[in-house]
């Protein structure tokens, strides 16, 4: 379902940047006073539909992902360490739906409305600590960013550890 549900959030997106463009373009430009927008488009509105459903269910394929990162003991003891590393990334840990939370998952969002709102609320990045392997997934460029961040923050840990 949820699936289906970034596809259907996706199709609205592109659909509302696609008409600002083609609204900006045809208002700014000189043209035929009896020309209207929708007529640029006469004969090929099945191709641009096709375009923008096929767009759409590809998009949450590419553009979400899962991530493991080796991360070893003490996941729920450093849940706080950890979540304050991403903080600095603009990543807050959500708030828990139904009042308890896991201590192996931690769950964290973007901080800013503005950019919650262009990504239609689907910016959450959940950390899932199984077996001394933690598993990032949200958005594919996300995914990345705290998966290296908490890479880095393991070396630097090891490295600290063995000057000790």
Same mark, same amino acid.
């Given at each position: 379902?949820?699936?289906?549900?970034?596809? !259907?959030?996706?199709?609205?997106? @592109?659909?509302?940047? %696609?008409?600002? !463009? +083609?609204?900006?373009?045809?208002?700014?430009?000189?043209?035929?006073?009896?020309?209207?927008?929708?007529?640029?488009?006469?004969?090929?509105?099945?191709?641009?539909?096709?375009?923008? =459903? /096929?767009? /759409?269910? !590809?998009?949450?394929?590419?553009?979400?992902?899962?991530?493991?990162?080796?991360?070893?003991?003490? %996941?729920? /003891?450093?849940?706080?360490?950890?979540?304050?590393?991403?903080?600095?990334?603009?990543?807050?840990?959500?708030?828990? *739906?139904?009042?308890? +939370?896991?201590?192996?998952?931690?769950?964290?969002?973007?901080?800013?409305?503005? @950019?919650? =709102?262009?990504?239609?609320?689907?910016?959450?990045?959940?950390?899932?600590?199984? *077996?001394?392997? @933690?598993? =990032?997934?949200?958005?594919?460029?996300?995914?990345?960013?705290?998966?290296?961040? &908490? *890479?880095?923050? &393991?070396?630097?840990?090891?490295?600290?550890? *063995?000057?000790?």
């Amino acid at each position: 379902m949820r699936y289906f549900i970034r596809s !259907v959030k996706c199709l609205v997106l @592109v659909a509302i940047l %696609f008409t600002i !463009v +083609v609204l900006a373009m045809f208002y700014l430009s000189e043209h035929d006073s009896s020309l209207r927008p929708w007529d640029l488009f006469c004969g090929n509105w099945k191709k641009i539909i096709l375009f923008f =459903v /096929a767009y /759409a269910a !590809v998009y949450p394929l590419i553009g979400y992902s899962k991530r493991d990162v080796p991360f070893g003991e003490g %996941f729920s /003891a450093r849940r706080q360490e950890i979540a304050n590393l991403l903080r600095q990334m603009n990543l807050v840990p959500s708030s828990p *739906e139904n009042g308890t +939370v896991a201590p192996n998952v931690l769950k964290l969002h973007n901080n800013s409305g503005f @950019v919650r =709102v262009l990504r239609l609320f689907e910016d959450t990045v959940t950390l899932t600590e199984n *077996e001394g392997i @933690v598993t =990032v997934e949200g958005q594919r460029k996300d995914v990345v960013r705290v998966s290296m961040r &908490l *890479e880095d923050y &393991l070396r630097k840990r090891a490295e600290n550890q *063995e000057q000790q």
